[in-house]
Antibody, heavy 121, light 106 residues
Framework: QVKMVESGGGVVQPGRSLRLSCAAS????????MDWVRQAPGKGLEWVAF????????NYADSVKGRFTISRDKSKNTLYLQMNSLRAEDTAVYYC??????????????WGQGTMVAVSP | DIQMTQSPSTLSASVGDRLTISCRAS??????LAWYQQKPGKAPKLLIY???SLDSGVPSRFSGSGSGTEFTLAISSLQPDDFATYYC????????FGQGTKVEIK
């Protein structure tokens, strides 16, 4: 079945780096654009980053631009989020999300279970 | 940037009630609007896309409507499984979520 599993979260000090992974299975990974969405504790959802199906196009929320990098590895069916210069306000559950096709274009039709990132001294 | 504003933030309701949640965009989003349901500790789940199209497997008691900048999610007869937080999302220009509406038991 279609599944995405995030990993790589944890507790990190401000200013340090962390790389999140999202392993996809049950679908042709290279066909789909992918995104990262985060949710701070007790707060709403915030889109973080986008990558096209071929990896050639990327977009970022202003809050992470210049610090975070989204990438993907077709051979490993895996999506990544490299997070540098982490701040306390980056503390959140990070979800990977698949964008659908056809009438579901740009809609987040499948989500991973999330991985928690806590930025603390 | 397009801002999305949901109302109310919290809604108290009983099983069997009909309820509506509103979502307003700061500019026209050409009906590129989705609704998601999220339960505590779980990932969001897609309910509705393109304003009014139900995702596969979503019960017909859910419906979406609206145009331009004003949108509505309706639940015709609230079921126990529907107590959750609901988010609208525009996908006309990048992606922006509303702040969420928590549907709680009255």
């Amino acid at each position: 079945q279609v599944k995405m599993v995030e990993s790589g979260g944890g507790v990190v000090q401000p200013g340090r780096s962390l790389r999140l992974s999202c392993a996809a299975s049950g679908f042709t990974f290279s066909t789909y654009a992918m995104d990262w969405v985060r949710q701070a504790p007790g707060k709403g959802l915030e889109w973080v980053a986008f990558i096209s199906n071929d990896g050639n196009n990327k977009n970022y929320a202003d809050s992470v631009k210049g610090r975070f990098t989204i990438s993907r590895d077709k051979s490993k069916n895996t999506l990544y989020l490299q997070m540098n210069s982490l701040r306390a306000e980056d503390t959140a559950v990070y979800y990977c999300a698949r964008e659908g096709l056809a009438t579901y274009l740009r809609v987040f039709d499948v989500w991973g279970q999330g991985t928690m990132v806590a930025v603390s001294p | 940037d397009i801002q999305m504003t949901q109302s109310p933030s919290t809604l108290s309701a009983s099983v069997g009630d009909r309820l509506t949640i509103s979502c307003r965009a700061s500019q026209s989003i050409n009906n590129w609007l989705a609704w998601y349901q999220q339960k505590p500790g779980k990932a969001p789940k897609l309910l509705i896309y393109k304003t009014s199209s139900l995702d596969s497997g979503v019960p017909s008691r859910f419906s979406g409507s609206g145009s331009g900048t004003e949108f509505t999610l309706a639940i015709s007869s609230l079921q126990p499984d529907d107590f959750a937080t609901y988010y609208c999302q525009q996908y006309n220009t990048y992606w922006t979520f509303g702040q969420g509406t928590k549907v709680e038991i009255k």
